[in-house]
């Protein structure tokens, strides 16, 4: 199981911009989908973005046109840019990789704070 390592989080304002990273053990050429997810206090964790192993892309409703999902398969890393943060946006992010077949694989998350 590939081990996945998230940065890029912290502290920002409303209206200000983060990226995160996600950089892989293994070459993430052999995950069909990677993906940030997130998970707020009291939520469940949601979907953010995926990207596959094709760059075909998908979204959140809730972030459709603010964050963007890129990979740099040379670097065995996944990012997350994160413009126009809300408050709405404050949640721990994790990275998963997900096989065509077998387990997802996640990292450990990094903490992603908007204030108002």
């Known amino acids: 199981q590939v081990q996945l390592v998230e940065s890029g989080g912290g502290l920002v304002q409303a209206g200000e911009s983060l990226r995160l990273s996600c950089v892989a053990s293994g070459s993430i050429l052999s995950f069909a989908v990677m993906g940030w997810y997130r998970q707020a206090p009291g939520k469940q964790r949601e979907l953010v973005a995926g990207?596959?192993?094709?760059?075909?892309?998908n979204y959140a409703d809730s972030v459709k046109g603010r964050f963007a999902v890129s990979r740099n398969n040379a670097k065995n890393t996944v990012y997350l840019q994160m413009n126009s943060l809300k408050p709405e946006d404050t949640a721990v992010y994790y990275c998963?990789?997900?096989?065509?077949?077998?387990?997802?694989?996640w990292g450990q998350g990094t903490q992603v704070t908007v204030s108002s």
């Open positions: 998963n990789a997900r096989p065509l077949y077998g387990r997802d694989s």
């Open positions: 990207i596959t192993s094709t760059g075909i892309t």
